[in-house]
């Protein structure tokens, strides 16, 4: 950590040769005004700051200091919030939101610094090889990342590969397929896997970059996302205005027609498999720990967004997410109805969810009104609830631990890769090709396990630890679904999942209006953002925007 904020404070915002000149229109590659790259590639110490250049984009309001959560996080079934943020983005219509152009630039100002990257840092012949081909695989996974996000986000997408140049003058691109878009996605992380380093291993870099298990799994989650896309069934999810079980017939997504489903769930597995084999990642034994400061960059936290107090490199996820606020509360939450979803043993909302807190104007509030005889009165201090909107807020604990609450923009760490996302990755692959054998339920009850507390000599989990025995294959995937949401509400998941999963209209419209009166009524076009105005202005290869946008 020591050293990549270094780095990044060094380069990142000293120099930015990287960042200032690639923004101002999308798919834009215009040459960095302070060094050419024949003048700066000469040596290791320019190949770092290059790289850091290109990481450095997931710090700016293009990215992760607001835009790319806003508009996954606040736009799924589980989310509810303060209407005056969650109005927008949160209730189907993006481009009300400032920020809804931003996750398009932000991924192609990465993709165009990761090209320069690549071109030019292959040809330093001045540097130890190991840290070349790291750094390499570095700038491939950055690009085959912001490929992912963009196929997800918006279909299929211009592919380029090479910086603009007078050898690669096309400025009109016409977008790809989807299967397109996804191969260019796994040729990089390939490339990545192959150069990036293990965990642990003393050239793998410093805290905060990826290495090879994270290419890995980021290589099972695209094979996930194609097969689960591509596939057909039933999935049972909970939800709709009383909370009930309702079964969604499932088509295949547009765009992933023709995607072997079973074949890409095996490659997802056995990705899996290799991850969990290499026994490099575990999870952290307690669900409060992990978000703790001292919980950061564990062997649970495979990718972490970085933050540090003092520098340019913090966000206001603390202020949106957290009970008390500079706000006074919180401005985003977790619905009522999806708190009901846990088990009462369950860690993820005995520790993750504040019970008992103080608002910033020292109202103290308990959560829920229903456990008024576990949160009322604690450690002798009485807490309130009036049973309104304003006070059943389920606030979630995950981006609490901030060096300083008081101010905006704190220094929380944002979860990029988790190994429990690993974990349940192995359970539903395994599942839809062999159906929920002991392998299938292992891997589920793994995640679970941590979450429950132990009985007996010598302990083992409680029985409400154990997911249901002798599930069918259909009720399988359905609990491997909700486990998902448990285990990642509010990280940017849900929404992802619902969509890859092709229920996400169903699921939304079940709900009409959701709690504090924010609209979960979702059309057509919300399947896909909209693409940049600049965009289809610039690049003529583009005719006309996502259907109905």
Known sequence: MKAFSKYFTAF??????????????????TPYSFYSPENFYKNESDARAAINGVYAELYTYDLYLQPFWNMTILDDDHVSGADWFLGTTGAGNPQAYFGWEKPWVGCYAIIAR?????????????????????????????????????????GGVPIRLKSLSAAEPETNIPRATVKETYDVVISDFKNAETRLLPLGHPKAGETGRVNQGVAKAFLAK????????????????????????????????????????????????????????SKLYTLTPSWKDLWSIAGRNNKEQMWELQSLAGTAFVNNLGAYFSARSTFGQGAVWTTNNHYKDYDEADARVLDGITHNYTTLQGTNIFYPFAQAALYKVVNGITYNNTNSTTAERAYTIKYSAVADPSVANSDAFYPLLRYSEVLLMYAEAENEINGPTTLAYNALNTVRFRCYPTTGTPAVPVPAAYAPANMSPEQFRSFVLAERAREFNLEGIRRFDLMRWGIYLQVMNKISTGQNNISKVRAKRNLLLPLPLNELNSNKAIPSNNPDW
């Open 222 to 277: 695209t094979y996930l996302t194609m097969a689960s896309g591509a596939a057909t069934g039933n999935v049972t999810v909970r939800g709709g205005t009383d909370n009930g079980y309702y079964t969604y017939a499932k088509t295949i997504v547009a765009g992933y027609e023709g995607i072997d489903s079973k074949a890409f769930y095996t490659l997802a597995r056995d990705k899996a498999a290799e991850m969990i084999d």
């Open 114 to 154: 990761a090209n320069t990257v690549l071109e030019n840092v292959i040809n330093i012949s001045t540097m130890d090889e190991e840290i070349k081909n790291r750094i390499l695989g570095e700038a491939y996974f950055l690009r085959g990342w912001a490929y992912f996000q963009l196929v997800q986000l918006y």
């Open 12 to 29: 990142a915002t000293g120099l930015l040769f990287l960042g200032t000149g690639s923004c101002k229109k999308a798919l834009e590659e």
